[in-house]
């Protein structure tokens, strides 16, 4: 069965950096595009950045939204089944639930609504 764990969330202040983690299980993450997605209090989700399948590239390509653009980093460990999100110069505006999501296809989008698999969510909080 398909499952998607988030982790790493917590409470820092502005211009601290975290690592989210995504680990995949049930499915092989490397033929999934991967998507990292928030949502704020009141707010719809949104995506935040996503990577393409990898298949048997060692060079998948991301996309990332123009407000994480420089500061966020999405990356993907092929042993250890998991997708990464490193969040760096982080900003209040940055705060909300962190989800992962899979889509088997080989492009990615920061569509949520095109992702059929979905984690329970990791809250990130930033202080200012």
């Known amino acids: 069965q398909l499952r998607i764990v988030e982790s790493g969330g917590g409470l820092v202040q502005a211009g601290e950096s975290l690592r989210l983690s995504c680990a995949a299980s049930g499915f092989t993450a490397q033929y999934y595009a991967m998507g990292w997605f928030r949502q704020a209090s009141g707010k719809e989700r949104e995506g935040v950045s996503c990577i393409t399948s990898g298949g048997t590239s060692n060079n998948p390509s991301t996309v990332y939204d123009d407000a994480v653009k420089g500061r966020f980093t999405i990356t993907r460990d092929t042993v250890r089944n998991t997708v990464y999100l490193q969040m760096d110069n982080l900003k209040p505006e940055d705060s909300g639930v962190y989800f992962c999501?899979?889509?088997?296809?080989?492009?990615?989008?920061?569509?949520?609504?095109?992702?059929?698999?979905w984690g329970q969510g990791t809250q990130v909080t930033v202080s200012s």
């Open positions: 999501a899979a889509n088997p296809k080989y492009y990615c989008s920061l569509d949520p609504s095109t992702y059929p698999n």
